[in-house]
C-alpha cells in the first residue's frame, strides 16, 4: 500500500520560513518524479516544485529563489523548504509522485501524478 504522509504546515507570519517533510512508504521500485503541489482556496491545484530521480529540480515561478525541494532517497523522504514567505503562500501543500524515467516527464506543470498524499495546511499572515 502506497502512502504519501505530509507534515510541518503551520501558521507564520510573512517573511518567515518552514520546512515540509513528505513521508513515503509503498511505492514500488521504480525511477519517479517527487512533487511539491498546493491548492489555495477558491483555486485550482498548481504545481510548484518538482525533483526527479536525478535530482535535477524545477520551481515554478512564483517560488523560484524562495523555495527548495530536496529528497533522501536512503529515508524515502521529500522535503521543501520554504523561506521567505507570503500571504499568497497559504494554502494546502501536497506531496505526489510518479514513475517517470526522465527529465522529460519531471515538471511542475504536470498535474497527472499516480500518487497523492492528504496535504498540509500552510498559512501565512501579513
Known amino acids: 500500500q502506497v502512502q504519501l504522509v505530509e507534515s510541518g504546515g503551520n501558521s507564520v507570519p510573512a517573511g518567515g520560513s518552514l520546512r515540509l517533510s513528505c513521508d513515503t512508504s509503498g511505492l514500488p521500485s521504480a525511477d519517479y518524479c517527487m512533487g511539491w503541489y498546493r491548492q489555495a482556496p477558491g483555486k485550482e491545484r498548481e504545481g510548484i516544485a518538482t525533483?526527479?530521480?536525478?535530482?535535477?529540480?524545477l520551481y515554478t515561478d512564483s517560488v523560484s529563489g524562495r523555495f527548495t525541494i530536496s529528497k533522501d532517497n536512503t529515508k524515502n523522504t521529500l522535503a521543501l523548504q520554504m523561506n521567505s514567505l507570503k500571504p499568497e503562500d497559504s494554502g494546502r501543500y501536497y506531496c505526489?509522485?510518479?514513475?517517470?524515467?526522465?527529465?522529460?516527464?519531471?515538471?511542475?506543470?504536470?498535474?497527472?501524478?499516480?500518487?497523492w498524499g492528504k496535504g498540509t495546511q500552510v498559512t501565512i499572515s501579513s
Open positions: 505526489a509522485a510518479s514513475v517517470c524515467h526522465n527529465h522529460y516527464c519531471c515538471f511542475p506543470e504536470r498535474r497527472a501524478m499516480d500518487y
Open positions: 525533483i526527479d530521480t536525478d535530482g535535477a529540480t
